[in-house]
């Protein structure tokens, strides 16, 4: 059972340019959050996509923005790139369609991308 | 806004020894979820031990067990019989019972073990 995998594992990129960010959701899982993680801070959330539409959004502009594919895979967008978006972004997925507000449903993380700013 | 904090940027253990992690947080919600997760330098978090604030007993699990005080906000979290294999960064995360979307991490703690 292939976990949650992301790609690409490293990327550099200059100052004002585009990147996008790819996550495979991990077998059975519908939901994929996706975070920010700086250099010696802990992950921050970005935002949440379920059925196709993001569902909730952390403190990030809109240069940031996402997509999720029927297969329920998922893009990271992030546009006009500064150098303090370098940065460890994780995805992570889980299965929302039991969640209920009392029910658990456990958030499994890739390997991350690091992205390079120059 | 809920907040975690992990006051010590950096432990040593002795192998086999047993080290305690800090971890408080701030919400003024009743009802939530606490997390450690474990960070190796492959850079994938996993999960170590999950604690339902509306449970009293202690979760344990394994060589891994945390103390959790919900009127001091504090969810330390106890490694006992110290491996190698435990050296990274762990991280202490809230989430609220009623949104599971958002997830509040620590600055974190990197853990070293002397063998």
């Known amino acids: 059972d292939a976990g949650v995998t992301q790609s690409p594992t490293h990327l550099i990129k200059t100052r004002g340019q585009q990147v996008t960010l790819r996550c495979s959701p991990k077998s059975g899982h519908d939901t994929v959050s996706w975070y920010q993680q700086a250099l010696g801070q802990g992950p921050q959330f970005i935002f949440q996509y379920y059925e196709e539409e993001e569902r909730q959004r952390g403190n990030f502009p809109d240069r940031f923005s996402g997509h999720q594919y029927p297969n329920y895979s998922s893009e990271l967008n992030v546009n006009a790139l500064l150098l303090g978006d370098s940065a460890l972004y994780l995805c992570?997925?889980?299965?929302?369609?039991?969640?209920?507000?009392?029910?658990?449903?456990?958030?499994?993380f890739g390997p991350g991308t690091r992205l390079t700013v120059l | 806004a809920q907040t975690v904090t992990q006051s010590q940027p950096e432990m040593s253990v002795q192998e086999a020894e047993t080290v305690t992690l800090s971890c408080t947080y701030d919400t003024s919600e009743s009802d939530y979820y606490l997390f450690w997760y474990k960070q190796p330098p492959s850079r994938q978090m996993i999960l170590v031990i999950r604690q339902e604030a509306y449970k009293q007993q202690n979760a344990t699990e394994n060589r891994f067990s945390v103390n959790f005080q919900k009127a001091a906000k504090s969810f330390s979290l106890k490694i006992s019989d110290s491996q190698l294999g435990d050296a990274a960064m762990y991280f202490c995360?809230?989430?609220?019972?009623?949104?599971?979307?958002?997830?509040?991490f620590g600055a974190g703690t990197r853990l070293t073990v002397k063998p």
């Open positions: 995360a809230y989430r609220s019972l009623y949104n599971n979307n958002d997830m509040r």
């Open positions: 992570a997925s889980s299965f929302r369609a039991l969640a209920g507000v009392f029910s658990y449903n456990e958030q499994f």
